[in-house]
Protein backbone atom coordinates (compact mmCIF):
# COMPACT_ATOMS: atom_id res chain seq x y z
CA UNK A 1 0.00 0.00 0.00
CA UNK A 2 2.72 2.49 0.70
CA UNK A 3 4.68 3.91 -2.26
CA UNK A 4 8.39 2.03 -1.55
CA UNK A 5 10.71 -0.06 -3.38
CA UNK A 6 9.69 -3.80 -2.81
CA UNK A 7 11.98 -6.02 -0.54
CA UNK A 8 13.15 -8.80 -2.48
CA UNK A 9 13.71 -11.85 -0.29
CA UNK A 10 15.35 -13.22 2.29
CA UNK A 11 17.32 -16.48 3.06
CA UNK A 12 18.71 -18.30 6.32
CA UNK A 13 20.81 -21.98 6.92
CA UNK A 14 22.22 -23.56 9.32
CA UNK A 15 24.60 -26.70 10.17
CA UNK A 16 24.93 -28.70 12.99
CA UNK A 17 21.76 -28.80 15.37
CA UNK A 18 19.34 -30.94 16.01
CA UNK A 19 16.56 -28.80 16.17
CA UNK A 20 17.99 -26.67 12.32
CA UNK A 21 13.88 -26.79 10.92
CA UNK A 22 12.63 -24.77 14.31
CA UNK A 23 15.77 -22.22 14.28
CA UNK A 24 15.46 -21.57 10.54
CA UNK A 25 11.47 -21.17 11.14
CA UNK A 26 12.56 -18.87 13.95
CA UNK A 27 15.17 -16.93 11.20
CA UNK A 28 12.77 -16.35 8.61
CA UNK A 29 10.46 -14.79 11.07
CA UNK A 30 13.04 -12.13 11.72
CA UNK A 31 13.70 -12.11 7.81
CA UNK A 32 9.81 -11.41 7.03
CA UNK A 33 9.97 -7.66 5.99
CA UNK A 34 12.40 -9.14 3.21
CA UNK A 35 9.59 -11.34 1.72
CA UNK A 36 6.00 -11.71 2.45
CA UNK A 37 4.38 -13.53 -0.29
CA UNK A 38 5.58 -17.32 0.55
CA UNK A 39 8.03 -19.01 2.43
CA UNK A 40 9.46 -22.30 3.04
CA UNK A 41 12.30 -24.27 4.33
CA UNK A 42 13.59 -27.80 3.62
CA UNK A 43 16.26 -29.54 6.37
CA UNK A 44 18.22 -32.91 5.88
CA UNK A 45 19.27 -35.79 8.10
CA UNK A 46 22.09 -36.91 6.29
CA UNK A 47 20.07 -38.98 3.97
CA UNK A 48 16.95 -37.40 2.80
CA UNK A 49 16.27 -33.56 2.15
CA UNK A 50 12.84 -32.84 2.85
CA UNK A 51 11.14 -29.66 2.06
CA UNK A 52 8.04 -27.93 2.62
CA UNK A 53 6.60 -24.77 1.31
CA UNK A 54 3.37 -22.27 1.07
CA UNK A 55 1.97 -19.25 -0.16
CA UNK A 56 1.76 -16.35 3.11
CA UNK A 57 3.35 -15.36 6.05
CA UNK A 58 6.04 -17.71 8.13
CA UNK A 59 3.45 -18.29 10.75
CA UNK A 60 1.07 -19.03 8.55
CA UNK A 61 3.17 -21.04 6.15
CA UNK A 62 4.33 -23.25 9.03
CA UNK A 63 3.04 -24.93 11.80
CA UNK A 64 4.78 -27.35 14.66
CA UNK A 65 3.21 -30.34 12.83
CA UNK A 66 4.79 -29.09 9.65
CA UNK A 67 7.82 -28.45 11.27
CA UNK A 68 7.94 -32.17 12.34
CA UNK A 69 8.15 -33.09 9.05
CA UNK A 70 11.27 -31.75 8.67
CA UNK A 71 14.12 -33.37 10.86
CA UNK A 72 17.85 -33.45 10.42
CA UNK A 73 20.64 -31.20 11.51
CA UNK A 74 21.20 -29.32 8.45
CA UNK A 75 17.97 -26.73 7.39
CA UNK A 76 17.85 -24.04 4.53
CA UNK A 77 14.84 -21.41 4.14
CA UNK A 78 13.16 -18.42 2.49
CA UNK A 79 11.22 -15.78 2.46
CA UNK A 80 10.13 -14.50 -1.05
CA UNK A 81 8.73 -11.06 -2.38
CA UNK A 82 9.01 -12.06 -6.01
CA UNK A 83 11.19 -10.38 -8.13
CA UNK A 84 11.68 -12.41 -10.76
CA UNK A 85 8.69 -14.92 -12.02
CA UNK A 86 5.48 -14.64 -10.81
CA UNK A 87 3.96 -15.07 -7.96
CA UNK A 88 2.79 -18.85 -7.34
CA UNK A 89 3.90 -21.27 -5.09
CA UNK A 90 5.93 -23.30 -7.70
CA UNK A 91 8.29 -20.61 -7.29
CA UNK A 92 8.20 -20.44 -3.76
CA UNK A 93 11.68 -21.90 -2.68
CA UNK A 94 13.54 -23.42 -1.46
CA UNK A 95 13.70 -25.36 -5.21
CA UNK A 96 14.63 -28.69 -3.87
CA UNK A 97 15.97 -31.31 -6.49
CA UNK A 98 17.57 -34.89 -6.99
CA UNK A 99 20.20 -35.01 -9.52
CA UNK A 100 23.52 -36.46 -10.69
CA UNK A 101 25.18 -34.77 -7.45
CA UNK A 102 22.51 -36.09 -4.92
CA UNK A 103 19.68 -34.45 -3.69
CA UNK A 104 20.09 -30.14 -3.55
CA UNK A 105 18.02 -27.36 -2.79
CA UNK A 106 18.32 -24.01 -3.11
CA UNK A 107 17.41 -20.27 -2.15
CA UNK A 108 18.54 -17.35 -3.45
CA UNK A 109 18.35 -13.67 -2.60
CA UNK A 110 18.36 -10.97 -5.59
CA UNK A 111 18.51 -10.85 -9.60
CA UNK A 112 20.53 -13.01 -12.36
CA UNK A 113 20.49 -10.57 -15.05
CA UNK A 114 21.35 -12.95 -17.74
CA UNK A 115 18.46 -15.71 -16.73
CA UNK A 116 16.64 -15.52 -19.45
CA UNK A 117 19.70 -15.73 -21.83
CA UNK A 118 20.75 -19.08 -19.97
CA UNK A 119 17.32 -20.13 -20.03
CA UNK A 120 16.98 -20.18 -23.43
CA UNK A 121 19.88 -21.80 -23.81
CA UNK A 122 19.06 -24.58 -21.94
CA UNK A 123 15.56 -24.96 -23.35
CA UNK A 124 16.47 -25.15 -26.70
CA UNK A 125 18.95 -27.64 -25.88
CA UNK A 126 16.03 -30.22 -24.44
CA UNK A 127 15.50 -28.86 -20.64
CA UNK A 128 12.31 -28.52 -19.08
CA UNK A 129 11.48 -25.57 -16.47
CA UNK A 130 9.44 -26.19 -13.64
CA UNK A 131 9.21 -22.21 -12.73
CA UNK A 132 9.39 -19.27 -13.83
CA UNK A 133 12.11 -17.95 -11.90
CA UNK A 134 15.64 -17.39 -12.48
CA UNK A 135 16.76 -19.17 -9.45
CA UNK A 136 16.04 -22.20 -11.45
CA UNK A 137 18.61 -21.79 -14.03
CA UNK A 138 21.03 -22.48 -11.54
CA UNK A 139 19.43 -25.55 -10.86
CA UNK A 140 19.67 -26.73 -14.19
CA UNK A 141 23.35 -25.43 -14.76
CA UNK A 142 24.01 -27.75 -11.48
CA UNK A 143 22.70 -30.68 -12.37
CA UNK A 144 23.98 -30.54 -15.96
CA UNK A 145 27.52 -29.80 -14.42
CA UNK A 146 29.78 -32.59 -15.45
CA UNK A 147 32.08 -31.54 -12.32
CA UNK A 148 32.55 -34.50 -9.95
CA UNK A 149 32.07 -33.43 -6.95
CA UNK A 150 28.95 -31.25 -5.08
CA UNK A 151 31.19 -28.10 -4.36
CA UNK A 152 32.98 -28.09 -8.10
CA UNK A 153 29.27 -28.02 -9.76
CA UNK A 154 27.70 -25.41 -7.44
CA UNK A 155 31.19 -23.40 -8.53
CA UNK A 156 30.66 -24.18 -12.13
CA UNK A 157 26.99 -23.51 -11.93
CA UNK A 158 27.30 -19.67 -10.21
CA UNK A 159 30.36 -19.01 -12.50
CA UNK A 160 27.57 -19.53 -15.76
CA UNK A 161 25.41 -16.60 -14.19
CA UNK A 162 25.67 -12.65 -13.71
CA UNK A 163 24.13 -9.88 -11.59
CA UNK A 164 23.01 -10.06 -8.16
CA UNK A 165 23.09 -13.06 -5.80
CA UNK A 166 23.03 -14.28 -1.79
CA UNK A 167 22.53 -18.10 -2.03
CA UNK A 168 22.23 -20.62 0.19
CA UNK A 169 22.25 -23.79 -0.58
CA UNK A 170 22.25 -27.51 1.14
CA UNK A 171 23.16 -30.93 0.22
CA UNK A 172 22.17 -33.66 2.27
CA UNK A 173 25.49 -33.08 4.42
CA UNK A 174 26.67 -29.37 3.81
CA UNK A 175 25.28 -26.09 3.40
CA UNK A 176 26.65 -23.42 0.80
CA UNK A 177 26.75 -19.77 1.26
CA UNK A 178 27.43 -17.36 -1.73
CA UNK A 179 27.56 -13.76 -2.41
CA UNK A 180 27.90 -12.16 -6.11
CA UNK A 181 31.46 -11.02 -6.72
CA UNK A 182 29.74 -7.19 -6.40
CA UNK A 183 28.28 -8.35 -2.91
CA UNK A 184 25.19 -6.78 -3.73
CA UNK A 185 22.82 -8.81 -1.65
CA UNK A 186 23.95 -8.94 2.20
CA UNK A 187 24.73 -12.55 3.71
CA UNK A 188 26.24 -12.86 7.32
CA UNK A 189 27.75 -15.30 9.48
CA UNK A 190 27.00 -16.40 12.53
CA UNK A 191 27.64 -19.01 15.62
CA UNK A 192 24.95 -20.80 17.39
CA UNK A 193 25.44 -23.52 20.45
CA UNK A 194 28.29 -25.10 18.52
CA UNK A 195 26.12 -24.78 15.05
CA UNK A 196 26.96 -22.82 12.03
CA UNK A 197 24.30 -20.07 10.91
CA UNK A 198 23.41 -17.59 7.74
CA UNK A 199 21.10 -15.16 7.13
CA UNK A 200 20.36 -12.52 5.08
CA UNK A 201 20.82 -10.07 8.04
CA UNK A 202 21.91 -10.58 12.08
CA UNK A 203 18.39 -9.94 13.29
CA UNK A 204 17.85 -13.27 11.86
CA UNK A 205 20.63 -14.56 14.53
CA UNK A 206 19.75 -12.27 17.08
CA UNK A 207 16.46 -14.21 17.34
CA UNK A 208 17.85 -17.20 17.88
CA UNK A 209 20.78 -16.43 20.02
CA UNK A 210 23.20 -16.41 17.77
CA UNK A 211 26.69 -14.61 17.57
CA UNK A 212 27.40 -12.62 14.71
CA UNK A 213 30.80 -13.44 12.79
CA UNK A 214 31.39 -11.39 9.87
CA UNK A 215 29.72 -11.39 6.46
CA UNK A 216 30.39 -13.24 3.73
CA UNK A 217 32.36 -11.40 1.38
CA UNK A 218 31.77 -10.19 -1.92
CA UNK A 219 32.50 -13.08 -3.77
CA UNK A 220 33.00 -15.38 -1.48
CA UNK A 221 31.70 -19.39 -1.17
CA UNK A 222 31.40 -20.76 2.15
CA UNK A 223 30.88 -24.33 2.76
CA UNK A 224 29.91 -25.20 6.08
CA UNK A 225 29.60 -29.15 7.24
CA UNK A 226 30.29 -31.71 10.23
CA UNK A 227 33.86 -30.64 9.41
CA UNK A 228 33.92 -27.30 9.76
CA UNK A 229 33.94 -23.97 7.45
CA UNK A 230 36.15 -23.87 4.07
CA UNK A 231 35.70 -20.49 2.30
CA UNK A 232 36.57 -20.44 -1.22
CA UNK A 233 37.26 -17.31 -3.34
CA UNK A 234 35.75 -18.91 -7.19
CA UNK A 235 35.12 -15.83 -9.15
CA UNK A 236 37.53 -12.95 -10.52
CA UNK A 237 37.61 -9.94 -7.97
CA UNK A 238 34.90 -7.70 -9.37
CA UNK A 239 34.20 -3.82 -8.22
CA UNK A 240 31.82 -4.02 -5.20
CA UNK A 241 27.97 -3.06 -5.37
CA UNK A 242 27.32 -3.50 -2.38
CA UNK A 243 22.95 -1.94 -2.37
CA UNK A 244 23.11 1.17 -0.67
CA UNK A 245 19.23 1.09 -0.51
CA UNK A 246 20.06 -1.66 2.27
CA UNK A 247 20.73 1.03 4.85
CA UNK A 248 18.36 3.28 3.35
CA UNK A 249 15.13 1.27 3.61
CA UNK A 250 15.07 -2.46 3.05
CA UNK A 251 16.91 -4.00 6.18
CA UNK A 252 15.90 -3.88 9.79
CA UNK A 253 17.24 -0.99 11.58
CA UNK A 254 18.35 -3.18 14.32
CA UNK A 255 20.56 -5.50 12.04
CA UNK A 256 23.99 -4.91 11.11
CA UNK A 257 23.90 -5.20 7.10
CA UNK A 258 27.79 -4.95 5.28
CA UNK A 259 29.55 -4.64 8.38
CA UNK A 260 27.48 -1.49 9.72
CA UNK A 261 24.79 -0.57 12.00
CA UNK A 262 21.10 -0.14 9.75
CA UNK A 263 20.39 2.10 12.48
CA UNK A 264 23.45 4.13 12.63
CA UNK A 265 23.66 4.53 8.89
CA UNK A 266 20.06 5.90 8.86
CA UNK A 267 20.56 8.08 11.97
CA UNK A 268 23.51 9.40 10.02
CA UNK A 269 21.66 10.46 7.04
CA UNK A 270 19.03 12.25 9.01
CA UNK A 271 22.22 14.61 10.66
CA UNK A 272 23.36 14.72 7.13
CA UNK A 273 19.94 15.73 5.90
CA UNK A 274 19.28 18.74 8.29
CA UNK A 275 23.09 19.79 7.83
CA UNK A 276 22.93 19.61 3.75
CA UNK A 277 19.04 20.88 3.33
CA UNK A 278 17.97 23.23 6.83
CA UNK A 279 14.83 24.41 7.62
CA UNK A 280 12.30 26.51 10.41
CA UNK A 281 10.19 24.75 11.78
CA UNK A 282 8.72 23.25 15.03
CA UNK A 283 8.82 19.85 14.97
CA UNK A 284 10.08 17.18 13.15
CA UNK A 285 7.76 14.17 12.49
CA UNK A 286 8.68 10.65 10.97
CA UNK A 287 6.65 9.17 8.11
CA UNK A 288 6.65 5.75 10.52
CA UNK A 289 8.36 3.41 10.40
CA UNK A 290 10.88 3.80 7.65
CA UNK A 291 11.54 7.59 8.08
CA UNK A 292 11.89 7.19 12.29
CA UNK A 293 15.73 6.83 12.45
CA UNK A 294 16.39 9.73 10.19
CA UNK A 295 13.98 11.69 11.88
CA UNK A 296 15.74 11.01 15.26
CA UNK A 297 19.29 11.82 13.03
CA UNK A 298 17.57 15.22 11.82
CA UNK A 299 16.09 16.34 15.07
CA UNK A 300 19.50 15.88 16.98
CA UNK A 301 21.40 17.91 14.48
CA UNK A 302 18.41 20.71 13.99
CA UNK A 303 17.66 20.87 17.15
CA UNK A 304 14.12 20.96 16.40
CA UNK A 305 12.15 18.44 18.46
CA UNK A 306 10.67 14.92 17.24
CA UNK A 307 7.56 14.03 18.12
CA UNK A 308 5.76 10.95 16.97
CA UNK A 309 3.03 12.76 14.72
CA UNK A 310 2.01 10.14 12.68
CA UNK A 311 0.61 6.66 14.26
CA UNK A 312 0.90 3.65 12.27
CA UNK A 313 -1.68 0.45 12.37
CA UNK A 314 0.58 -2.18 12.08
CA UNK A 315 -2.48 -4.52 11.66
CA UNK A 316 -3.17 -3.89 8.95
CA UNK A 317 -3.10 -6.97 6.58
CA UNK A 318 -1.28 -7.59 3.22
CA UNK A 319 -4.66 -7.06 1.57
CA UNK A 320 -7.34 -4.40 2.54
CA UNK A 321 -10.17 -5.20 1.45
CA UNK A 322 -12.07 -1.40 0.78
CA UNK A 323 -15.99 -2.44 2.26
CA UNK A 324 -18.50 -0.94 0.10
CA UNK A 325 -17.86 1.03 -3.26
CA UNK A 326 -19.25 4.12 -1.38
CA UNK A 327 -17.04 4.91 0.89
CA UNK A 328 -14.15 3.78 -0.44
CA UNK A 329 -10.96 5.41 -0.90
CA UNK A 330 -9.73 5.21 2.55
CA UNK A 331 -6.44 5.59 1.44
CA UNK A 332 -3.46 5.94 3.46
CA UNK A 333 -5.49 6.31 6.66
CA UNK A 334 -6.14 2.73 6.60
CA UNK A 335 -2.08 2.60 8.03
CA UNK A 336 -1.55 6.05 8.87
CA UNK A 337 -2.99 8.27 11.25
CA UNK A 338 -2.08 11.92 12.26
CA UNK A 339 -1.86 13.14 16.29
CA UNK A 340 -4.17 16.55 15.93
CA UNK A 341 -2.24 17.58 19.07
CA UNK A 342 1.32 17.21 17.97
CA UNK A 343 0.72 18.90 14.44
CA UNK A 344 -1.77 21.72 15.11
CA UNK A 345 -0.41 25.24 14.25
CA UNK A 346 2.86 23.75 13.90
CA UNK A 347 5.78 24.36 11.06
CA UNK A 348 5.80 20.58 10.49
CA UNK A 349 9.16 19.05 9.02
CA UNK A 350 8.35 15.52 7.68
CA UNK A 351 11.13 12.75 7.35
CA UNK A 352 10.92 9.89 5.11
CA UNK A 353 13.29 7.72 3.75
CA UNK A 354 12.55 7.67 -0.14
CA UNK A 355 9.85 8.35 -2.57
CA UNK A 356 8.78 6.20 -5.39
CA UNK A 357 5.92 7.34 -6.71
CA UNK A 358 4.90 10.27 -4.78
CA UNK A 359 1.32 9.32 -4.64
CA UNK A 360 1.59 8.22 -1.19
CA UNK A 361 3.56 11.32 0.00
CA UNK A 362 1.19 13.21 -1.36
CA UNK A 363 -1.65 11.90 0.72
CA UNK A 364 0.63 11.97 4.01
CA UNK A 365 1.37 15.40 3.45
CA UNK A 366 -2.59 16.62 2.66
CA UNK A 367 -2.82 14.53 5.63
CA UNK A 368 -0.77 16.53 7.62
CA UNK A 369 -2.27 19.88 6.42
CA UNK A 370 -5.88 18.32 7.67
CA UNK A 371 -4.54 17.61 10.93
CA UNK A 372 -3.76 21.84 11.51
CA UNK A 373 0.05 22.48 10.83
CA UNK A 374 0.68 25.39 9.60
CA UNK A 375 3.86 24.74 7.03
CA UNK A 376 4.76 21.20 5.83
CA UNK A 377 8.42 20.71 5.02
CA UNK A 378 9.19 17.23 3.14
CA UNK A 379 12.81 16.00 3.93
CA UNK A 380 14.24 13.03 2.04
CA UNK A 381 16.86 11.08 3.70
CA UNK A 382 18.44 9.74 0.20
CA UNK A 383 18.86 10.79 -3.34
CA UNK A 384 15.87 11.38 -6.05
CA UNK A 385 14.98 7.84 -7.14
CA UNK A 386 15.10 7.87 -11.17
CA UNK A 387 15.85 4.31 -12.27
CA UNK A 388 14.40 1.05 -12.02
CA UNK A 389 16.81 -1.88 -9.97
CA UNK A 390 17.28 -4.99 -11.89
CA UNK A 391 19.43 -6.69 -8.66
CA UNK A 392 16.70 -8.56 -6.92
CA UNK A 393 14.71 -5.03 -6.03
CA UNK A 394 10.76 -4.89 -7.59
CA UNK A 395 10.99 -1.26 -8.75
CA UNK A 396 8.06 0.31 -11.09
CA UNK A 397 9.62 1.12 -14.52
CA UNK A 398 11.38 4.53 -15.03
CA UNK A 399 8.15 6.27 -16.24
CA UNK A 400 6.65 5.51 -12.64
CA UNK A 401 9.27 7.14 -10.58
CA UNK A 402 8.27 10.56 -10.11
CA UNK A 403 11.63 12.25 -9.53
CA UNK A 404 12.91 10.46 -13.27
CA UNK A 405 9.91 12.61 -15.12
CA UNK A 406 9.93 15.29 -12.64
CA UNK A 407 11.50 18.56 -11.37
CA UNK A 408 12.47 18.93 -7.74
CA UNK A 409 9.63 22.00 -7.88
CA UNK A 410 7.47 20.27 -9.71
CA UNK A 411 7.38 17.22 -7.18
CA UNK A 412 6.90 19.46 -4.38
CA UNK A 413 3.78 21.28 -6.11
CA UNK A 414 2.68 17.92 -6.75
CA UNK A 415 3.02 17.00 -2.98
CA UNK A 416 1.46 20.07 -2.03
CA UNK A 417 4.42 20.45 0.47
CA UNK A 418 5.81 24.04 1.66
CA UNK A 419 9.54 22.90 0.56
CA UNK A 420 11.27 19.82 -0.97
CA UNK A 421 14.45 18.62 -0.23
CA UNK A 422 16.99 14.89 -0.59
CA UNK A 423 19.69 14.37 0.78
CA UNK A 424 22.73 14.36 -1.66
CA UNK A 425 24.14 11.64 -3.37
CA UNK A 426 27.64 12.61 -2.37
CA UNK A 427 25.92 13.03 1.54
CA UNK A 428 24.37 9.19 1.09
CA UNK A 429 27.88 7.82 0.50
CA UNK A 430 29.19 9.77 2.96
CA UNK A 431 27.50 7.85 5.11
CA UNK A 432 28.44 4.72 5.01
CA UNK A 433 31.71 2.63 5.43
CA UNK A 434 33.63 2.47 1.99
CA UNK A 435 31.57 4.81 0.28
CA UNK A 436 30.80 5.04 -3.10
CA UNK A 437 33.51 2.85 -3.90
CA UNK A 438 31.93 -0.01 -2.32
CA UNK A 439 28.15 0.31 -2.70
CA UNK A 440 25.44 0.49 -5.98
CA UNK A 441 23.38 3.64 -6.27
CA UNK A 442 22.40 3.08 -9.80
CA UNK A 443 18.61 3.75 -8.76
CA UNK A 444 20.12 7.53 -7.89
CA UNK A 445 22.68 7.93 -10.98
CA UNK A 446 20.90 5.45 -13.83
CA UNK A 447 24.76 4.23 -14.13
CA UNK A 448 25.03 0.20 -13.73
CA UNK A 449 27.39 -1.91 -12.16
CA UNK A 450 26.56 -5.06 -14.26
CA UNK A 451 25.22 -4.74 -17.74
CA UNK A 452 21.85 -6.52 -18.09
CA UNK A 453 20.26 -7.87 -21.57
CA UNK A 454 19.56 -6.60 -24.69
CA UNK A 455 15.96 -5.52 -24.27
CA UNK A 456 16.08 -4.07 -20.53
CA UNK A 457 19.38 -1.72 -21.79
CA UNK A 458 17.32 -0.69 -24.67
CA UNK A 459 14.52 0.39 -22.64
CA UNK A 460 16.45 2.06 -20.32
CA UNK A 461 18.63 3.69 -23.31
CA UNK A 462 15.80 5.35 -24.09
CA UNK A 463 14.46 6.36 -20.92
CA UNK A 464 17.71 7.29 -19.55
CA UNK A 465 17.90 10.63 -22.77
CA UNK A 466 16.11 11.94 -19.55
CA UNK A 467 17.26 13.44 -16.38
CA UNK A 468 15.76 15.19 -13.99
CA UNK A 469 17.09 18.53 -14.42
CA UNK A 470 15.86 18.13 -17.96
CA UNK A 471 13.14 21.41 -19.09
CA UNK A 472 10.07 19.80 -19.20
CA UNK A 473 9.86 20.75 -23.04
CA UNK A 474 11.88 17.89 -23.43
CA UNK A 475 10.35 15.25 -21.37
CA UNK A 476 7.69 13.24 -22.50
CA UNK A 477 4.05 13.44 -21.31
CA UNK A 478 4.49 11.25 -17.63
CA UNK A 479 2.15 8.10 -17.80
CA UNK A 480 2.06 8.06 -13.97
CA UNK A 481 1.18 9.93 -12.36
CA UNK A 482 -1.75 12.15 -13.87
CA UNK A 483 -0.85 15.60 -11.99
CA UNK A 484 -4.04 17.05 -13.42
CA UNK A 485 -6.36 14.27 -11.65
CA UNK A 486 -6.72 13.70 -7.64
CA UNK A 487 -5.50 9.80 -8.17
CA UNK A 488 -6.72 9.01 -4.66
CA UNK A 489 -8.86 11.36 -2.25
CA UNK A 490 -7.20 10.84 1.13
S1 LIG B 1 19.79 -0.08 -8.09
FE1 LIG B 1 19.28 0.75 -6.03
S2 LIG B 1 17.99 -0.83 -5.09
FE2 LIG B 1 19.06 -1.80 -6.83
S3 LIG B 1 20.93 -2.72 -5.98
FE3 LIG B 1 21.47 -0.66 -6.70
S4 LIG B 1 21.18 0.67 -4.89
FE4 LIG B 1 20.12 -1.26 -4.47
Redesign the pocket.
Known amino acids: MLDK?RDECGVFGIVGHAEAANLAYLGLYALQHRGQESAGIAASDGSVVRHRKAMGYVNEAFDAEALATLPGHLAIGHVRYSTAGESRLANAQPIVVDSVHGEFAICHNGNLVNASDVRDALVREGAIFQTSSDTEVVVHLFARSREESTEKAVIDALSQVRG?FSFVMMSRDRVFGVRDPHG??PLVLGRFDGAWVLGSETCALDLIGATYERDVEPGELVVLSAAGIKSIKPFLPAAQ??????H?Y?ARPDSYVFGESVNEVRTGLGRRLARERPVEADVVVPVPDSGVCAAVGFAEASGIPMRFGLIRNHYVGRTFIEPRQSIRHFGVRVKLNPVRSIIEGQRVVLVDDSIVRGTTSRKIVRMVRSAGAREVHMRISCPP?I???????D?PRRSELIAATHSLEEIRKYLDADSLAYLSLEGLTAGVKGGASK??????TGT??VVFPRDEAAYLQLALKLSPESPAAERPEPLVPVFDKDPVTS
Open positions: FAFRAQCIFEVFTSPCFYGVTYCTSCYYP
